[in-house]
């Protein structure tokens, strides 16, 4: 039972990368998804999520309109399709699950957690 996240690497500034997020072992067609990242001597903080049935949406006010989160419930799988990326975006970003039909965008709102990916951005 686990999230696998990856598609991390180095980037340059105003670059792009697309995460995905599978979850294997269990199916979460009913819990909400959450990004999250944390960058080195920072707190864990939140990026995007998306809710169980993709009606919800939300994302932190420094990646609106560059960062965009989707799902495929049959694939069990959701991606965070990064753009525009800064040197301020680097930063190991997790993915996670809510409890089921859970929603936030707080840490505590969230109860399963992927390991991380390691996203770069330099020139």
């Known amino acids: 039972v686990q999230l696998q996240a990856s598609g991390g690497g180095l980037v340059q500034p105003g670059g792009s990368l697309r995460l995905s997020c599978a979850a294997s072992?269990?199916?979460?067609?009913?819990?909400?998804i959450g990004w999250f990242r944390q960058a080195p001597g920072k707190e864990r903080e939140f990026v995007a999520a998306?809710?169980?049935?993709?009606?919800?949406?939300k994302y932190v006010d420094s990646v609106k309109g560059r960062f965009t989160i989707s799902r495929d419930n049959g694939k069990n799988t959701v991606w965070l399709q990064m753009n525009s990326l800064l040197p301020e975006d680097t930063a190991v970003y997790y993915c996670?699950?809510?409890?089921?039909?859970?929603?936030?965008?707080?840490?505590?709102?969230?109860?399963?957690w992927g390991q991380g990916t390691q996203v770069t951005v330099s020139s």
């Open positions: 996670a699950a809510s409890p089921e039909y859970g929603w936030g965008t707080s840490l505590y709102d969230y109860d399963f």
């Open positions: 998306i809710s169980w049935n993709i009606v919800n949406t």
């Open positions: 072992g269990f199916t979460s067609d009913n819990d909400a």
